[in-house]
């Protein structure tokens, strides 16, 4: 025998007979699954080697699975390497210098990549886990958002179609003053010299290791774009989890209506934030390194862009110590200025983005106290009371490893600690000597290229 469930018809309520038979169940257009809308999401991120699981194309949870010895798992072990290289010999160059904040920026960019990629390791090794649960959950209360899938689509062309340009000005950048410090070089040799000093400084110039140089840095400058995408379509889906009670209960605020429909509200209510909670387990080190990564790299920008402020591209003079603005190349010698005016204003935005959106699983999951509140006392009873400690008494948020809640207030905590940053920084700069530059290279373009 079946189990007696009540579904909803209109605003009222009839007992119907669901089977206990998990079978294959057509496709309704207007329900939109977790896995439908995150497909696209996840199909680029396995692109450039992150969330290495099988059975994304697949609707059947059980059909999800991480498989340890799958070609995406190798993908991901040999990029992971590659990163490591990377790291190391940025460090390796560190050691060799004088420590400065510019200096230490590349190590920082290289480090947090593999630490990224190492965390959506494990997030792929949860994954099936994690599909499986919200399935059951889909199964006793479909997602009826139609647009939720048009939205994390848009929302990954928009941040790509960004991140392109982002890297196309970035490669003018260093074309151009490619070609003013190392204009005696084979055009190509002379570009990755310049653009990658902490691995042509060390090694011998080959096309095969500056292929290979460039595409792990194309990688790293994805993933970490590709963090703050993630991070915005699970939270575009977690909201619209908790829209679909809210909706709900703001039709039926001020209504007398039975307890048996604040029991099954309440119910749904109970399912998605444990949908939350299980998220968060599972990418809240995601999160943690999203807003790491973009602080440190809006402090250094803000820095540089206050301090030496926006410059063309440079020309090498050693002889005269000094740099000569260009004006030859596709921008009149403006790509460095173009590039990094660019670059800050869409890593300031896209972090405002993840923060404000990310805010709104907190901000949707308060909605049900006011209706609570109105409550007509006629009808009032216990399943409202476990209703409204439950909304009280909760904190439903992502969260970075639980070492903060993205909430609205956030974005002004990190506000301020970037302003108390910079002043810092002025001031312990202004106390210490100024270093005479002797290498021909561009500084703040380097480091600014890295933070694409």
């Known amino acids: ?47 450039f080697s992150l969330l290495p699981f099988v059975g994304v194309f697949t609707n059947v949870a059980s059909n999800v699975k991480f498989v340890k010895t799958s070609w995406k798992c190798v993908y991901s072990l040999l990029s992971l390497i590659g990163q490591m290289f990377m790291a190391v010999l940025c460090i390796n160059k560190l050691a060799k210098t004088t420590v400065s904040l510019n200096g230490t920026s590349p190590v920082i960019f290289y480090v947090t990549t593999c630490v990224t990629m190492m965390l959506f390791f494990q997030v792929a090794r949860r994954w099936p886990a ?14 009826f958002d139609c647009s939720l899938t048009r939205k994390c689509n848009i929302t990954c062309a928009v941040v790509l179609i960004l991140a392109l340009c982002e890297h196309i000005l970035s490669l003018l950048s260093a074309f151009a003053g490619a070609s003013a410090c190392y204009s005696g070089m084979d055009t190509y ?42 991070v ?79 410059k063309g591209t440079g020309e090498c003079t050693p002889k005269l110590k000094k740099i000569v603005v260009s004006k030859s190349g ?47 006392s006629p009808v009032y009873c216990v399943e409202v009371q476990r209703f409204l400690d439950q909304v009280n008494g ?17 974005l002004l905590t990190v506000a301020g600690t970037i302003v108390t940053y910079e002043l810092v920084m002025f001031q312990f700069n202004s106390s210490t000597p100024t270093l005479n530059i002797t290498s021909p290279t561009v500084v703040t373009h380097t480091i600014t290229t890295l933070a694409t």
């Open 1 to 47: 025998m079946g189990q007696t469930s009540f579904r909803r018809n209109m605003s009222f309520w009839i007992p119907v007979k669901k089977n206990k038979v998990d079978v294959a169940k057509p496709k309704v257009k207007n329900i939109t699954s977790f896995q439908d809308a995150l497909r696209v999401t996840v199909i680029i991120g396995q692109v």
């Open 130 to 143: 994690l599909v499986q649960h919200i399935s059951k959950a889909e199964d006793m209360d479909p997602n």
């Open 189 to 230: 040799e002379g570009f990755v010299t310049h653009f990658y000093p902490w691995v042509f400084s060390y090694l011998p110039y080959s096309i095969v290791l500056g292929v290979i140089t460039q595409f792990l840095h194309f990688q790293s400058t994805f993933i970490w774009n590709f963090s703050d995408l993630f």
């Open 232 to 310: 915005i379509c699970m939270s575009y889906y977690l909201t619209s989890r908790l829209e679909q009670v809210n909706r709900k209960l703001l039709a039926a605020q001020g209504k007398y209506l039975p307890e048996i429909f604040w029991r099954a509200t309440r119910e749904d209510y109970c399912r998605a934030t444990q949908i939350v909670r299980k998220v968060d387990e599972v990418i809240s080190g995601v999160v943690f390194i999203s807003f790491a990564n973009n602080l440190f790299f809006i402090c250094l920008q803000l820095f540089n862009t206050l301090e030496d402020g926006l």
């Open 330 to 376: 596709p921008l009149g010698g403006h790509e460095a200025a173009a590039y990094f005016l660019f670059s800050l204003v869409y890593l300031l935005s896209r972090s405002v983005a993840v923060s404000l959106i990310a805010s709104q699983v907190n901000s949707a999951s308060s909605v049900p106290a006011p209706v609570l509140y109105d409550v007509p």
């Open 394 to 410: 909760d904190k439903v948020a992502l969260s970075g490893l639980q070492f903060f809640s993205v909430t609205r207030g956030l």
